[in-house]
T-cell receptor
């Protein structure tokens, strides 16, 4: 079975641009979460979606948005990119037992 | 006070020794606890989870949970150089109507041959 898949793996953008990151959860998992991990820190929660509904949002500005599609895949959008948005963006899907598995991540560099 | 605290390390142990990694958390209501291993430049990989007080063993790994003390630990027996990585402690915490994983900053483990 395929794990959590994310695309692209790497991305370079300039300040002020917009970016869209994509994620497909493990087959059968209906919950998708997004995390941001800056260098030297643990992942920080951004969003959680379940059955296409936003369940929770972390302490991130409105420039960050997300959605979940009927096939449970998800997109994370970030507008008006700042240098500080440079990070590893992780998508995770959750089993019914609450075990969270991460994809390989998208490394975003903002110049 | 940080919600999940870990010593950033590095923790250096010789090959074959026991590595002990510790984590404390602030939310007394938390019920699920996880340890992730993260190699440099890679995403976190779930290696252990524990829900009940006491010890849980899986191969060379043992997770220990003490809810009264709000303390979780990970023991790695017979440490190998390939265990060198950052170990992230994560706690499932209740937020307004949903649960989210809250991570510590991670402990860097170095196992020398």
């Amino acid at each position: 079975d395929a794990g959590v898949t994310q695309s692209p793996t790497h991305l370079i953008k300039t300040r002020g641009q917009h970016v869209t990151l994509r994620c497909s959860p493990i087959s059968g998992h209906k919950s998708v979460s997004w995390y941001q991990q800056v260098l030297g820190q643990g992942p920080q929660f951004i969003f959680q979606y379940y059955e296409k509904e936003e369940r929770g949002r972390g302490n991130f500005p409105d420039r960050f948005s997300a959605r979940q599609f009927p096939n449970y895949s998800s997109e994370l959008n970030v507008n008006a990119l700042l240098l500080g948005d440079s990070a590893l963006y992780l998508c995770a899907s959750s089993s019914s037992m609450g075990q969270v598995s991460f994809g390989n991540g998208t490394r975003l560099t903002v110049t | 006070q940080k919600e999940v605290e870990q010593n950033s390390g590095p923790l250096s142990v010789p090959e074959g020794a026991i590595a002990s990694l510790n984590c404390t958390y602030s939310d007394r209501g938390s019920q699920s606890f996880f340890w992730y291993r993260q190699y440099s430049g890679k995403s976190p990989e779930l290696i252990m989870f524990i829900y009940s007080n006491g010890d849980k063993e899986d191969g060379r790994f043992t997770a220990q949970l003490n809810k009264a003390s709000q303390y979780v630990s990970l023991l790695i027996r017979d440490s190998q150089p390939s265990d060198s990585a950052t170990y992230l402690c994560a706690v499932n915490m209740e937020d307004t109507g949903f649960q989210k994983l809250v991570f510590g900053t991670g402990t860097r483990l170095l196992v020398s041959p």
